[in-house]
């Protein structure tokens, strides 16, 4: 069945630095979806990628699929305090929404 | 309402019970969805309601897990003998339609403690 694999699962980043997951599948994907989950809440939807080699971005935060759209990443410039949290990337190439196991980002002040 | 909400918040229950979650979309969505997050893990998915279209029922984990949407809107999920392993946040979701194109919004989660 349809796979979504997300590196890295954790990461610890001085406040400042940049931080980057990405998420792959050995197949196509149709779409890419991104979620944050803070500490404690449910998952929020970030954005969206369909098109192949497209590149999104929202404040600090940049999005992008892949060329063959069978990987994506999300990279976060100059990490704050408030990008703390489990990022999700989940695709629905067959109607249901399969999530990676998602990279949760430590920020030290 | 705003969101999707869920009941209870949280649940604790002994080995062996039933239990029942509830989830209310948010009004209109015809796709519903329940997740399964244990501890610091992923969101695994259970099962996915589409319209008036056959439940995705692919990823319960056993025949003591069930889930039923009446009227197209609410939804319950059922465990039945549970078990310790079942402890976890269950999540539900809506969304406007099914597939890509459509954001996910999930509710708040009930937390399920199985002593």
């Known amino acids: 069945g349809q796979q979504v694999m997300q590196i890295p699962q954790y990461q610890h980043v001085q406040e400042g630095e940049d931080f980057t997951t990405y998420c792959n599948s050995s197949?196509?994907?149709?779409?890419i979806q991104w979620y944050k989950q803070r500490p404690g809440g449910h998952p929020v939807f970030l954005i969206q990628?369909?098109?192949?080699?497209e590149v999104k971005k929202q404040k600090r935060l940049t999005f992008q699929f892949g060329e063959a759209k069978k990987n994506s990443s999300l990279h976060i410039t100059a990490t704050q305090t408030t990008d703390v949290g489990t990022y999700f990337c989940?695709?629905?190439?067959?109607?249901?929404?399969?999530f990676g196991q998602g990279t949760t980002l430590q920020v030290k002040p | 309402g705003a969101g999707v909400s869920q009941s209870p918040s949280n649940k604790v229950t002994e080995k062996g019970k039933d239990v029942e979650l509830r989830c209310d979309p948010i009004?209109?969505?015809?796709?519903l969805y329940w997740y399964r997050q244990s501890l610091g893990q992923g969101l695994e998915f259970l099962i996915y309601?589409?319209?008036?279209?056959?439940?995705?029922k692919s990823g319960l984990p056993s025949d003591r897990f069930s889930a039923e949407r009446t009227g197209g809107s609410v939804s319950t999920l059922t465990i039945q003998r549970t078990q310790q392993e079942d402890s976890a946040v269950y999540l539900c979701?809506?969304?406007?339609?099914?597939?890509?194109?459509?954001?996910?919004?999930f509710g708040p989660g009930t937390r399920l403690t199985v002593t």
């Open positions: 979701a809506s969304s406007l339609g099914a597939g890509g194109g459509f954001e996910q919004y």
């Open positions: 197949t196509t994907l149709s779409n």
């Open positions: 990628l369909v098109k192949s080699g």
């Open positions: 989940g695709s629905s190439n067959t109607g249901k929404l399969i």
């Open positions: 009004s209109g969505h015809t796709a």
């Open positions: 309601f589409q319209g008036n279209s056959a439940p995705d």
